[in-house]
Protein backbone atom coordinates (compact mmCIF):
# COMPACT_ATOMS: atom_id res chain seq x y z
CA UNK A 1 0.00 0.00 0.00
CA UNK A 2 1.21 3.43 -0.79
CA UNK A 3 0.92 6.24 1.36
CA UNK A 4 -1.01 8.99 -0.78
CA UNK A 5 -1.46 11.45 2.53
CA UNK A 6 -5.16 10.33 2.23
CA UNK A 7 -5.73 9.33 5.79
CA UNK A 8 -5.98 11.74 8.61
CA UNK A 9 -4.41 12.45 11.64
CA UNK A 10 -4.44 10.46 14.97
CA UNK A 11 -7.41 13.32 17.00
CA UNK A 12 -4.35 13.48 19.69
CA UNK A 13 -1.96 14.63 17.09
CA UNK A 14 -4.66 17.18 15.50
CA UNK A 15 -5.26 18.46 19.25
CA UNK A 16 -1.80 19.53 20.06
CA UNK A 17 -1.59 21.18 16.48
CA UNK A 18 -4.74 22.97 17.16
CA UNK A 19 -3.69 23.89 20.58
CA UNK A 20 -0.41 24.82 19.43
CA UNK A 21 -1.60 27.03 16.76
CA UNK A 22 -4.13 28.41 19.26
CA UNK A 23 -1.06 29.64 21.62
CA UNK A 24 0.62 31.30 18.90
CA UNK A 25 -2.49 33.17 17.55
CA UNK A 26 -4.76 34.08 20.57
CA UNK A 27 -2.11 36.42 22.26
CA UNK A 28 -1.87 38.73 19.38
CA UNK A 29 -5.51 38.99 18.92
CA UNK A 30 -6.25 39.65 22.17
CA UNK A 31 -4.11 43.44 21.65
CA UNK A 32 -7.00 43.95 19.11
CA UNK A 33 -9.48 43.57 21.86
CA UNK A 34 -7.45 45.86 24.23
CA UNK A 35 -7.32 48.77 21.54
CA UNK A 36 -10.96 48.98 22.02
CA UNK A 37 -11.34 48.80 25.65
CA UNK A 38 -12.71 52.14 27.97
CA UNK A 39 -10.23 50.84 31.45
CA UNK A 40 -7.36 53.34 31.21
CA UNK A 41 -5.70 52.45 34.28
CA UNK A 42 -5.07 48.41 34.82
CA UNK A 43 -5.19 45.33 32.39
CA UNK A 44 -8.45 43.93 33.28
CA UNK A 45 -10.24 41.55 31.54
CA UNK A 46 -12.99 41.39 30.40
CA UNK A 47 -12.87 45.13 29.52
CA UNK A 48 -15.45 46.98 30.50
CA UNK A 49 -16.60 48.99 27.57
CA UNK A 50 -15.17 49.04 24.19
CA UNK A 51 -14.62 52.40 22.88
CA UNK A 52 -12.30 53.82 19.72
CA UNK A 53 -11.97 57.26 21.39
CA UNK A 54 -8.31 56.04 22.04
CA UNK A 55 -7.75 56.19 17.94
CA UNK A 56 -8.48 59.86 17.67
CA UNK A 57 -6.31 60.75 21.18
CA UNK A 58 -3.28 58.23 19.07
CA UNK A 59 -3.84 60.29 15.93
CA UNK A 60 -3.47 63.42 17.65
CA UNK A 61 -0.12 62.87 19.76
CA UNK A 62 3.01 64.12 17.98
CA UNK A 63 4.99 61.56 19.68
CA UNK A 64 3.88 58.26 18.11
CA UNK A 65 4.00 60.74 14.42
CA UNK A 66 7.48 61.04 14.87
CA UNK A 67 8.43 57.99 16.14
CA UNK A 68 6.46 56.40 12.81
CA UNK A 69 8.27 58.40 10.58
CA UNK A 70 11.64 57.61 12.12
CA UNK A 71 11.03 54.23 11.91
CA UNK A 72 9.95 54.79 8.16
CA UNK A 73 12.85 56.22 6.93
CA UNK A 74 15.22 54.13 9.09
CA UNK A 75 13.60 50.88 7.56
CA UNK A 76 13.46 52.63 3.71
CA UNK A 77 17.12 53.85 3.94
CA UNK A 78 18.45 50.64 5.53
CA UNK A 79 16.10 48.14 2.83
CA UNK A 80 18.36 50.30 0.15
CA UNK A 81 21.48 49.46 1.58
CA UNK A 82 20.50 45.79 2.46
CA UNK A 83 19.24 45.28 -1.11
CA UNK A 84 22.36 46.67 -2.95
CA UNK A 85 24.55 44.73 -0.60
CA UNK A 86 22.97 41.25 -0.36
CA UNK A 87 22.65 41.35 -4.09
CA UNK A 88 25.92 41.90 -4.69
CA UNK A 89 27.35 38.98 -2.33
CA UNK A 90 24.07 37.14 -3.35
CA UNK A 91 25.14 37.26 -7.17
CA UNK A 92 29.09 36.62 -6.23
CA UNK A 93 28.73 34.07 -4.42
CA UNK A 94 26.05 31.76 -6.54
CA UNK A 95 27.82 32.78 -9.85
CA UNK A 96 31.15 31.69 -8.85
CA UNK A 97 33.39 29.26 -6.88
CA UNK A 98 36.52 31.15 -5.04
CA UNK A 99 38.25 30.64 -2.02
CA UNK A 100 36.68 32.26 0.98
CA UNK A 101 32.80 31.64 -0.35
CA UNK A 102 32.05 30.17 2.60
CA UNK A 103 33.61 32.77 5.06
CA UNK A 104 31.20 35.55 3.24
CA UNK A 105 28.03 33.17 3.45
CA UNK A 106 29.42 32.98 7.61
CA UNK A 107 30.26 36.57 7.44
CA UNK A 108 26.67 38.04 6.26
CA UNK A 109 25.01 35.74 8.44
CA UNK A 110 27.04 36.20 11.65
CA UNK A 111 24.94 39.82 12.63
CA UNK A 112 21.85 37.98 13.23
CA UNK A 113 23.21 34.55 14.37
CA UNK A 114 24.71 36.26 17.41
CA UNK A 115 22.33 37.60 19.89
CA UNK A 116 21.13 41.51 19.33
CA UNK A 117 22.81 42.61 22.60
CA UNK A 118 26.26 41.23 21.27
CA UNK A 119 25.90 43.07 18.18
CA UNK A 120 24.66 46.52 19.86
CA UNK A 121 27.16 46.79 22.43
CA UNK A 122 29.70 46.08 20.17
CA UNK A 123 28.65 48.35 17.59
CA UNK A 124 28.06 51.07 20.81
CA UNK A 125 31.45 50.77 21.85
CA UNK A 126 32.89 51.31 18.57
CA UNK A 127 31.04 54.61 18.13
CA UNK A 128 32.50 55.87 21.08
CA UNK A 129 35.73 54.47 20.42
CA UNK A 130 35.52 56.81 17.10
CA UNK A 131 34.14 59.45 18.85
CA UNK A 132 30.88 59.65 16.55
CA UNK A 133 28.02 61.09 17.64
CA UNK A 134 24.57 58.82 18.20
CA UNK A 135 22.38 60.39 15.02
CA UNK A 136 19.63 59.23 12.47
CA UNK A 137 23.04 57.39 10.87
CA UNK A 138 24.06 55.11 12.89
CA UNK A 139 20.44 53.91 13.68
CA UNK A 140 20.82 52.74 9.68
CA UNK A 141 24.51 51.27 10.20
CA UNK A 142 23.61 49.17 12.54
CA UNK A 143 20.00 48.10 10.58
CA UNK A 144 21.70 47.80 7.78
CA UNK A 145 24.34 45.12 8.68
CA UNK A 146 21.32 43.10 9.82
CA UNK A 147 19.20 43.36 7.54
CA UNK A 148 21.62 41.96 4.50
CA UNK A 149 21.33 38.83 5.93
CA UNK A 150 17.42 38.64 4.65
CA UNK A 151 18.32 40.14 1.08
CA UNK A 152 21.28 37.70 0.49
CA UNK A 153 18.95 34.55 1.55
CA UNK A 154 16.38 35.18 -0.89
CA UNK A 155 18.49 36.35 -3.45
CA UNK A 156 20.58 33.11 -3.22
CA UNK A 157 17.79 31.02 -3.32
CA UNK A 158 16.84 32.14 -7.02
CA UNK A 159 19.95 32.36 -8.51
CA UNK A 160 20.02 29.18 -7.54
CA UNK A 161 17.24 28.05 -9.35
CA UNK A 162 17.85 30.85 -12.13
CA UNK A 163 20.02 28.73 -14.80
CA UNK A 164 23.08 30.02 -15.64
CA UNK A 165 22.65 28.94 -19.98
CA UNK A 166 19.84 32.04 -20.12
CA UNK A 167 23.01 34.40 -19.12
CA UNK A 168 25.24 32.84 -21.82
CA UNK A 169 22.40 32.93 -23.93
CA UNK A 170 22.10 36.40 -23.48
CA UNK A 171 25.80 36.90 -24.40
CA UNK A 172 25.53 34.61 -27.57
CA UNK A 173 23.18 36.65 -29.01
CA UNK A 174 24.80 40.17 -28.40
CA UNK A 175 24.02 41.66 -25.28
CA UNK A 176 26.67 43.18 -23.46
CA UNK A 177 27.20 42.45 -19.16
CA UNK A 178 24.97 45.14 -18.46
CA UNK A 179 22.29 44.69 -21.35
CA UNK A 180 22.22 40.93 -19.82
CA UNK A 181 21.82 42.09 -15.90
CA UNK A 182 19.44 44.83 -17.32
CA UNK A 183 17.27 42.27 -19.50
CA UNK A 184 18.09 38.75 -18.00
CA UNK A 185 18.97 38.52 -14.71
CA UNK A 186 16.99 41.60 -13.31
CA UNK A 187 13.44 40.38 -14.65
CA UNK A 188 14.38 37.11 -12.94
CA UNK A 189 15.58 37.95 -9.10
CA UNK A 190 13.26 40.89 -9.36
CA UNK A 191 10.59 39.47 -6.99
CA UNK A 192 12.76 37.81 -4.69
CA UNK A 193 14.96 40.71 -4.54
CA UNK A 194 11.27 42.36 -3.66
CA UNK A 195 10.04 39.98 -1.15
CA UNK A 196 13.70 40.06 0.32
CA UNK A 197 13.42 43.95 0.54
CA UNK A 198 9.68 43.40 2.30
CA UNK A 199 11.09 41.18 4.87
CA UNK A 200 14.28 43.54 5.45
CA UNK A 201 11.62 46.44 6.03
CA UNK A 202 9.85 44.21 8.69
CA UNK A 203 13.13 43.67 10.26
CA UNK A 204 14.09 46.64 10.68
CA UNK A 205 10.75 48.27 11.68
CA UNK A 206 10.73 46.10 14.39
CA UNK A 207 14.36 45.86 15.62
CA UNK A 208 14.56 46.84 19.32
CA UNK A 209 17.64 45.60 20.86
CA UNK A 210 20.15 47.03 18.49
CA UNK A 211 18.47 50.38 18.49
CA UNK A 212 18.87 50.98 21.83
CA UNK A 213 22.59 50.82 21.41
CA UNK A 214 22.75 53.06 18.37
CA UNK A 215 19.97 55.39 19.12
CA UNK A 216 20.75 58.46 21.22
CA UNK A 217 17.75 60.59 22.27
CA UNK A 218 15.53 59.46 19.00
CA UNK A 219 12.65 57.34 19.14
CA UNK A 220 11.61 54.74 16.97
CA UNK A 221 8.58 53.07 17.13
CA UNK A 222 9.11 49.96 18.96
CA UNK A 223 11.88 51.82 21.34
CA UNK A 224 8.85 54.24 21.98
CA UNK A 225 6.85 51.01 22.62
CA UNK A 226 9.57 49.73 24.85
CA UNK A 227 9.45 52.94 26.96
CA UNK A 228 5.80 52.61 27.46
CA UNK A 229 6.11 48.83 28.73
CA UNK A 230 8.63 50.03 31.22
CA UNK A 231 7.53 53.28 32.17
CA UNK A 232 3.42 53.68 31.25
CA UNK A 233 2.11 57.11 30.95
CA UNK A 234 -1.17 56.36 28.85
CA UNK A 235 -1.91 52.43 27.92
CA UNK A 236 -4.41 53.04 25.72
CA UNK A 237 -2.35 54.42 23.40
CA UNK A 238 -0.36 52.21 24.20
CA UNK A 239 -2.69 49.33 23.06
CA UNK A 240 -3.59 51.40 20.04
CA UNK A 241 -0.21 51.67 18.56
CA UNK A 242 0.69 47.64 19.34
CA UNK A 243 -2.56 47.37 17.13
CA UNK A 244 -1.10 49.39 14.47
CA UNK A 245 2.18 47.93 14.48
CA UNK A 246 0.87 44.34 14.40
CA UNK A 247 -0.85 45.40 11.04
CA UNK A 248 1.78 47.24 9.57
CA UNK A 249 4.18 44.46 9.71
CA UNK A 250 1.87 42.12 8.71
CA UNK A 251 1.06 43.64 5.07
CA UNK A 252 5.12 43.01 4.06
CA UNK A 253 4.80 39.95 5.33
CA UNK A 254 1.48 38.62 3.22
CA UNK A 255 2.93 40.48 0.51
CA UNK A 256 6.54 38.86 0.77
CA UNK A 257 5.54 35.13 1.32
CA UNK A 258 2.85 35.70 -2.12
CA UNK A 259 5.32 37.01 -4.18
CA UNK A 260 7.81 33.94 -3.52
CA UNK A 261 5.14 30.83 -2.49
CA UNK A 262 5.85 29.42 -5.99
CA UNK A 263 9.45 28.53 -5.21
CA UNK A 264 11.32 25.95 -3.04
CA UNK A 265 12.87 27.89 -0.89
CA UNK A 266 10.19 30.19 0.48
CA UNK A 267 10.88 33.90 2.01
CA UNK A 268 11.29 34.67 5.87
CA UNK A 269 11.37 30.95 6.75
CA UNK A 270 14.29 31.95 8.82
CA UNK A 271 13.93 35.70 10.49
CA UNK B 1 0.20 40.55 -25.72
CA UNK B 2 -1.27 43.25 -27.35
CA UNK B 3 -1.39 44.01 -30.58
CA UNK B 4 0.83 46.67 -30.75
CA UNK B 5 3.36 44.73 -29.07
CA UNK B 6 3.19 42.09 -31.66
CA UNK B 7 3.82 44.44 -34.52
CA UNK B 8 6.63 45.78 -32.66
CA UNK B 9 8.71 42.93 -31.25
CA UNK B 10 11.38 43.71 -29.36
CA UNK B 11 14.68 42.91 -31.45
CA UNK B 12 15.66 39.62 -30.75
CA UNK B 13 19.48 41.03 -31.05
CA UNK B 14 20.16 43.91 -28.92
CA UNK B 15 22.53 46.59 -30.76
CA UNK B 16 25.68 46.91 -28.94
CA UNK B 17 26.22 49.89 -26.56
CA UNK B 18 29.99 51.27 -27.42
CA UNK B 19 31.46 53.64 -25.38
CA UNK B 20 32.51 53.88 -21.68
CA UNK B 21 29.67 51.09 -21.01
CA UNK B 22 31.14 48.87 -23.64
CA UNK B 23 33.92 48.86 -22.64
CA UNK B 24 33.78 48.17 -19.45
CA UNK B 25 31.19 45.22 -20.25
CA UNK B 26 34.05 43.72 -22.17
CA UNK B 27 36.82 44.40 -19.57
CA UNK B 28 34.44 42.50 -17.10
CA UNK B 29 34.14 39.86 -19.55
CA UNK B 30 37.90 39.28 -20.22
CA UNK B 31 38.60 39.66 -16.56
CA UNK B 32 35.90 37.89 -14.35
CA UNK B 33 37.40 38.09 -11.28
CA UNK B 34 37.98 41.90 -11.35
CA UNK B 35 33.76 41.95 -11.57
CA UNK B 36 34.05 39.41 -8.69
CA UNK B 37 36.23 41.70 -6.78
CA UNK B 38 34.10 44.74 -7.23
CA UNK B 39 30.62 43.03 -6.60
CA UNK B 40 32.37 41.57 -3.42
CA UNK B 41 34.09 44.99 -2.15
CA UNK B 42 31.48 46.90 -1.00
CA UNK B 43 29.18 43.94 1.29
CA UNK B 44 33.09 42.65 2.55
CA UNK B 45 34.01 46.17 3.46
CA UNK B 46 30.78 46.96 5.21
CA UNK B 47 30.59 43.79 6.90
CA UNK B 48 34.14 43.10 7.76
CA UNK B 49 34.91 46.80 8.76
CA UNK B 50 31.44 47.89 10.45
CA UNK B 51 30.66 44.76 11.76
CA UNK B 52 33.70 42.46 12.29
CA UNK B 53 35.84 45.58 13.20
CA UNK B 54 33.19 46.16 16.55
CA UNK B 55 32.66 42.78 17.57
CA UNK B 56 36.80 42.86 17.67
CA UNK B 57 36.61 46.62 19.60
CA UNK B 58 34.34 44.88 21.80
CA UNK B 59 36.12 41.61 22.77
CA UNK B 60 39.60 43.83 22.95
CA UNK B 61 38.12 45.61 25.52
CA UNK B 62 37.15 42.77 27.93
CA UNK B 63 40.88 42.71 28.57
CA UNK B 64 40.76 46.00 30.23
CA UNK B 65 39.83 46.65 33.53
CA UNK B 66 37.79 48.83 35.81
CA UNK B 67 39.24 50.98 38.31
CA UNK B 68 37.61 50.00 41.35
CA UNK B 69 38.10 54.00 42.80
CA UNK B 70 38.18 55.83 40.42
CA UNK B 71 35.83 53.84 38.05
CA UNK B 72 37.99 55.08 35.24
CA UNK B 73 39.32 52.41 32.68
CA UNK B 74 42.36 50.84 32.76
CA UNK B 75 43.92 50.24 29.08
CA UNK B 76 46.37 47.38 30.12
CA UNK B 77 45.97 43.64 29.32
CA UNK B 78 44.68 41.69 32.15
CA UNK B 79 42.79 38.57 33.11
CA UNK B 80 41.27 40.62 35.84
CA UNK B 81 37.17 40.87 33.86
CA UNK B 82 37.14 37.75 33.15
CA UNK B 83 38.31 36.87 36.70
CA UNK B 84 35.37 38.71 37.83
CA UNK B 85 32.70 36.73 35.95
CA UNK B 86 33.78 34.35 38.30
CA UNK B 87 32.07 36.05 41.31
CA UNK B 88 29.13 33.75 43.21
CA UNK B 89 26.72 37.02 41.62
CA UNK B 90 27.92 36.66 38.13
CA UNK B 91 27.94 32.63 38.30
CA UNK B 92 24.75 32.85 38.75
CA UNK B 93 23.62 35.13 36.37
CA UNK B 94 25.33 32.49 34.38
CA UNK B 95 23.69 29.71 35.58
CA UNK B 96 19.99 30.95 35.73
CA UNK B 97 20.62 32.15 31.70
CA UNK B 98 21.66 28.98 30.78
CA UNK B 99 18.98 27.03 33.24
CA UNK B 100 16.19 29.05 31.48
CA UNK B 101 17.40 28.68 28.29
CA UNK B 102 17.92 25.14 28.49
CA UNK B 103 14.22 24.62 29.67
CA UNK B 104 12.92 27.17 27.35
CA UNK B 105 14.52 24.96 24.22
CA UNK B 106 13.29 21.76 25.79
CA UNK B 107 9.26 23.47 25.78
CA UNK B 108 9.44 24.62 22.40
CA UNK B 109 10.82 21.10 21.19
CA UNK B 110 7.50 19.93 23.09
CA UNK B 111 4.96 22.26 21.72
CA UNK B 112 6.79 22.55 18.05
CA UNK B 113 6.23 19.01 17.14
CA UNK B 114 2.78 18.34 16.87
CA UNK B 115 2.50 21.40 15.10
CA UNK B 116 5.28 19.92 12.65
CA UNK B 117 4.71 16.85 12.31
CA UNK B 118 1.20 17.87 11.33
CA UNK B 119 1.86 20.48 8.75
CA UNK B 120 4.40 18.28 7.93
CA UNK B 121 2.56 14.77 6.87
CA UNK B 122 -1.08 15.68 6.86
CA UNK B 123 -1.56 18.95 5.81
CA UNK B 124 -1.96 19.60 1.85
CA UNK B 125 -2.67 22.08 -0.45
CA UNK B 126 -4.53 25.03 0.93
CA UNK B 127 -4.20 23.60 4.83
CA UNK B 128 -0.29 23.61 4.17
CA UNK B 129 -0.33 27.31 3.18
CA UNK B 130 -2.58 28.22 6.03
CA UNK B 131 -0.62 25.86 8.33
CA UNK B 132 2.51 28.15 6.92
CA UNK B 133 1.08 31.22 7.52
CA UNK B 134 -0.14 30.52 10.39
CA UNK B 135 3.85 29.90 11.68
CA UNK B 136 5.18 32.86 9.80
CA UNK B 137 3.09 35.64 10.98
CA UNK B 138 3.25 35.05 14.94
CA UNK B 139 7.28 34.73 13.89
CA UNK B 140 7.17 37.93 12.17
CA UNK B 141 4.60 40.00 14.33
CA UNK B 142 6.27 42.78 16.23
CA UNK B 143 8.22 41.70 19.47
CA UNK B 144 7.94 43.87 21.61
CA UNK B 145 4.15 43.72 20.94
CA UNK B 146 4.34 40.20 21.49
CA UNK B 147 6.01 40.71 24.84
CA UNK B 148 3.03 43.27 25.66
CA UNK B 149 0.17 40.85 24.55
CA UNK B 150 1.82 38.73 27.23
CA UNK B 151 2.19 41.56 29.96
CA UNK B 152 -1.64 42.16 29.00
CA UNK B 153 -2.51 38.17 29.69
CA UNK B 154 0.04 37.59 32.43
CA UNK B 155 -1.39 40.42 34.67
CA UNK B 156 -3.16 39.96 37.92
CA UNK B 157 -6.28 41.44 36.92
CA UNK B 158 -5.74 40.04 33.22
CA UNK B 159 -7.40 36.86 31.14
CA UNK B 160 -6.09 34.11 32.70
CA UNK B 161 -6.86 35.00 36.14
CA UNK B 162 -10.22 35.35 34.93
CA UNK B 163 -10.36 32.77 32.60
CA UNK B 164 -8.95 30.64 36.40
CA UNK B 165 -11.60 32.03 38.20
CA UNK B 166 -14.07 30.89 36.14
CA UNK B 167 -12.82 27.38 36.14
CA UNK B 168 -12.89 27.55 40.01
CA UNK B 169 -9.08 26.84 39.63
CA UNK B 170 -7.68 29.70 40.95
CA UNK B 171 -6.13 27.61 43.67
CA UNK B 172 -3.85 26.10 41.38
CA UNK B 173 -2.75 29.47 40.87
CA UNK B 174 -2.15 30.60 43.83
CA UNK B 175 -0.62 27.40 44.89
CA UNK B 176 2.15 27.59 42.08
CA UNK B 177 2.66 31.29 42.49
CA UNK B 178 3.72 30.82 46.24
CA UNK B 179 6.73 28.36 45.39
CA UNK B 180 9.61 29.49 45.81
CA UNK B 181 12.00 30.69 42.45
CA UNK B 182 9.08 30.17 40.30
CA UNK B 183 6.55 31.57 42.34
CA UNK B 184 6.44 35.07 42.78
CA UNK B 185 3.49 38.69 43.48
CA UNK B 186 1.52 37.75 40.11
CA UNK B 187 2.63 35.98 37.00
CA UNK B 188 3.92 38.55 35.14
CA UNK B 189 6.33 39.68 37.69
CA UNK B 190 7.29 35.80 38.10
CA UNK B 191 10.26 33.24 36.65
CA UNK B 192 7.07 31.61 34.97
CA UNK B 193 5.77 34.20 33.14
CA UNK B 194 9.44 34.79 31.77
CA UNK B 195 9.41 31.47 31.02
CA UNK B 196 6.32 31.61 29.11
CA UNK B 197 7.08 34.86 27.17
CA UNK B 198 10.37 33.20 26.02
CA UNK B 199 8.50 29.96 24.86
CA UNK B 200 5.85 32.06 23.11
CA UNK B 201 8.46 34.44 21.14
CA UNK B 202 10.66 31.80 20.13
CA UNK B 203 8.39 28.80 19.49
CA UNK B 204 8.38 29.51 15.64
CA UNK B 205 11.55 29.42 14.89
CA UNK B 206 11.52 25.70 16.51
CA UNK B 207 8.67 25.02 14.33
CA UNK B 208 10.22 25.78 10.95
CA UNK B 209 13.43 23.38 11.16
CA UNK B 210 11.69 20.64 12.61
CA UNK B 211 9.16 20.77 9.85
CA UNK B 212 11.55 20.92 7.26
CA UNK B 213 13.41 17.53 8.87
CA UNK B 214 9.80 15.75 8.74
CA UNK B 215 9.08 16.51 5.35
CA UNK B 216 12.23 14.59 4.21
CA UNK B 217 10.78 11.61 6.32
CA UNK B 218 8.87 9.69 3.90
CA UNK B 219 5.17 8.41 5.29
CA UNK B 220 5.84 4.85 4.30
CA UNK B 221 8.58 4.54 6.86
CA UNK B 222 6.30 4.94 9.22
CA UNK B 223 4.12 3.01 7.91
CA UNK B 224 6.28 0.05 7.79
CA UNK B 225 7.24 0.70 11.46
CA UNK B 226 3.62 -0.11 12.50
CA UNK B 227 3.08 -3.25 10.15
CA UNK B 228 6.20 -4.58 11.84
CA UNK B 229 4.07 -4.32 14.92
CA UNK B 230 5.36 -1.11 16.84
CA UNK B 231 3.15 0.41 18.43
CA UNK B 232 3.07 4.64 17.89
CA UNK B 233 4.98 5.15 20.85
CA UNK B 234 7.42 2.93 19.72
CA UNK B 235 7.19 4.32 16.53
CA UNK B 236 8.02 7.61 17.57
CA UNK B 237 10.69 6.75 19.62
CA UNK B 238 12.61 4.82 17.23
CA UNK B 239 11.69 6.14 13.70
CA UNK B 240 10.29 9.67 14.11
CA UNK B 241 12.17 11.37 16.87
CA UNK B 242 16.02 10.28 15.69
CA UNK B 243 14.95 11.68 12.45
CA UNK B 244 13.39 14.46 13.29
CA UNK B 245 16.49 14.99 15.75
CA UNK B 246 18.48 17.10 13.19
CA UNK B 247 15.54 19.43 12.76
CA UNK B 248 15.43 19.66 16.38
CA UNK B 249 18.74 20.55 17.06
CA UNK B 250 18.94 22.73 14.57
CA UNK B 251 15.77 25.09 15.91
CA UNK B 252 17.44 24.56 19.36
CA UNK B 253 20.46 26.48 17.94
CA UNK B 254 18.18 29.77 17.70
CA UNK B 255 16.00 28.95 21.18
CA UNK B 256 18.89 28.26 23.03
CA UNK B 257 21.12 31.56 21.44
CA UNK B 258 17.96 34.23 21.47
CA UNK B 259 16.77 33.54 25.08
CA UNK B 260 20.45 33.84 25.73
CA UNK B 261 20.86 37.18 24.72
CA UNK B 262 17.93 38.82 25.25
CA UNK B 263 17.37 41.38 28.44
CA UNK B 264 13.81 42.80 27.04
CA UNK B 265 11.95 39.79 28.32
CA UNK B 266 13.17 39.19 31.14
CA UNK B 267 12.93 43.21 32.13
CA UNK B 268 9.38 43.48 31.30
CA UNK B 269 7.56 40.21 32.27
CA UNK B 270 9.74 38.65 35.53
CA UNK B 271 11.67 39.28 38.34
CA UNK B 272 14.66 41.17 39.52
CA UNK B 273 17.08 38.88 38.96
CA UNK B 274 19.31 39.04 36.05
CA UNK B 275 20.25 37.52 33.31
CA UNK B 276 23.16 37.56 31.20
CA UNK B 277 21.73 40.39 28.79
CA UNK B 278 20.20 42.45 31.62
CA UNK B 279 23.87 42.11 33.34
CA UNK B 280 25.38 43.42 30.04
CA UNK B 281 23.01 46.10 29.40
CA UNK B 282 23.72 47.56 32.72
CA UNK B 283 27.31 47.33 33.08
CA UNK B 284 27.77 49.12 30.06
CA UNK B 285 24.97 51.94 30.75
CA UNK B 286 24.70 52.90 34.72
CA UNK B 287 27.49 51.27 36.31
CA UNK B 288 29.67 52.40 33.05
CA UNK B 289 32.18 48.94 33.51
CA UNK B 290 32.54 48.11 29.85
CA UNK B 291 34.91 45.65 30.26
CA UNK B 292 32.98 43.43 32.33
CA UNK B 293 30.34 44.03 30.30
CA UNK B 294 32.33 43.07 27.05
CA UNK B 295 33.53 40.05 29.29
CA UNK B 296 29.69 39.04 30.20
CA UNK B 297 29.01 39.17 26.23
CA UNK B 298 31.88 36.82 25.47
CA UNK B 299 30.07 34.11 27.76
CA UNK B 300 27.00 33.23 24.83
CA UNK B 301 29.21 33.78 22.17
CA UNK B 302 31.46 30.64 23.69
CA UNK B 303 28.35 28.36 24.79
CA UNK B 304 27.43 29.05 21.01
CA UNK B 305 30.62 28.34 20.00
CA UNK B 306 30.34 25.06 21.69
CA UNK B 307 26.83 24.35 21.00
CA UNK B 308 27.57 24.88 16.93
CA UNK B 309 30.09 22.42 17.07
CA UNK B 310 27.97 20.35 18.75
CA UNK B 311 25.26 20.68 16.60
CA UNK B 312 27.57 20.63 13.26
CA UNK B 313 28.61 16.59 14.81
CA UNK B 314 24.46 15.91 14.82
CA UNK B 315 24.18 17.07 11.03
CA UNK B 316 21.82 19.77 11.80
CA UNK B 317 22.92 22.02 9.44
CA UNK B 318 21.65 20.39 6.82
CA UNK B 319 18.10 20.61 8.35
CA UNK B 320 18.28 24.31 8.31
Redesign the interface.
Known sequence: MRSDGSQSAPPGLKIAAACGLLFLHLPILLIFVYAFTTEEKSFVWPPPGLTTQWFAVTWNRPDVWEALSLSVRVAAISTAIALVLGTLCAAAVSRTKFFGRETISLLVILPIALPGIITGIALRSAFSLADIPFSFWTIVLGHATFCVVVVYNNAVARFRRTSGSMIEASMDLGADGFQTFRHVVLPNIATALLAGGMLAFALSFDEVIVTTFTAGQQQTVPIWMLEELIRPRQRPVTNVVAMVVVLMTLLPILFAYYLTRDGDQIAGSGK | MTIAALNNPAP???P??GGM??A???L??RR?RL??FL??A???L???V??????F??LA?SFFSIDEFSGLINHEFTLKTYGDLFQAANLDIILRTVTMAALVTLASAI??F??A???A??A?GRWK?L???????????????????????L?K???L??LLAKLHLLWVLDGWLSLPVVGGNSLSVSATGTFIAFV?VW???MI?PVQAALERVP??L??ASSDLGAS?GQTFRNVLFPLALPGIVAGSIFTF??T?????IP??IGTSRLFI?QA??SQ?GTAGN?PL??AF?VV??VI?GFYLWGAKRMGAFDA?
Open positions: AILGSRGLSDFWPLLMLPPVWLGVYIGSLALQIAPIYYARYRAFYLGVMLPLWSSYLVKIYAWKLIAEGITWYLPFLGNVEPSLLGDYIQIGVYQIAATPIML
